[in-house]
């Protein structure tokens, strides 16, 4: 049984209890949740890349300046990389839809850190089902 404000997810500004779902400084009653979907966006980091080419750069520039042939190889490399990398960041996202149709989206950078916040989600959803025990 869970007791009618025990925390279940508090982790990233976002508590839910049994009765509320916290996100910031918004409240939303877990009866007035309708539905969630799950979703994944990638996009890519260009920073990462940047940073490579940067590094290159700068190895090129102090091979050519102290007539280094190995700094210089090595920085041509390291500005290759950086131009032919994608580096990508995934978003693992939880849309939670309220009963006016509000959409509430909550960006986890893990798959396991959403999940967790599903199973919370459902838990808080099944104890506020009318004729459970602690239900609200």
């Known amino acids: 049984m869970v007791a009618p404000q025990e925390t279940l997810y508090n982790q990233g500004g976002v508590r839910i209890t049994s009765t509320v779902l916290q996100q910031g400084n918004s409240f939303y009653r877990i009866r007035d949740l309708h539905r969630f979907t799950r979703s994944e966006?990638?996009?890519?980091?260009?920073?990462?890349?940047?940073?490579?080419?940067?590094?290159?750069?700068?190895?090129?520039?102090?091979?050519v300046l102290l007539v280094q042939p190995l700094a210089m190889i090595i920085g041509i490399i390291i500005i290759m990389i950086g131009l032919n990398s994608s580096f990508e960041?995934?978003?693992?996202?939880?849309?939670?839809?309220?009963n006016k149709n509000q959409e509430i989206?909550?960006?986890?950078?893990?798959?396991?850190?959403r999940e967790n916040l599903v199973q919370?989600?459902?838990t808080a959803f099944y104890y506020s089902t009318p004729g459970r025990e602690g239900a609200n």
Do not use: C
């Open 105 to 113: 989206k909550i960006v986890k950078k893990s798959r396991q850190e």
């Open 120 to 122: 919370a989600l459902e």
């Open 89 to 98: 960041q995934v978003d693992y996202i939880l849309t939670i839809l309220t």
């Open 41 to 63: 966006e990638r996009r890519v980091v260009n920073q990462a890349r940047n940073d490579l080419v940067i590094l290159g750069a700068l190895l090129l520039i102090f091979g």
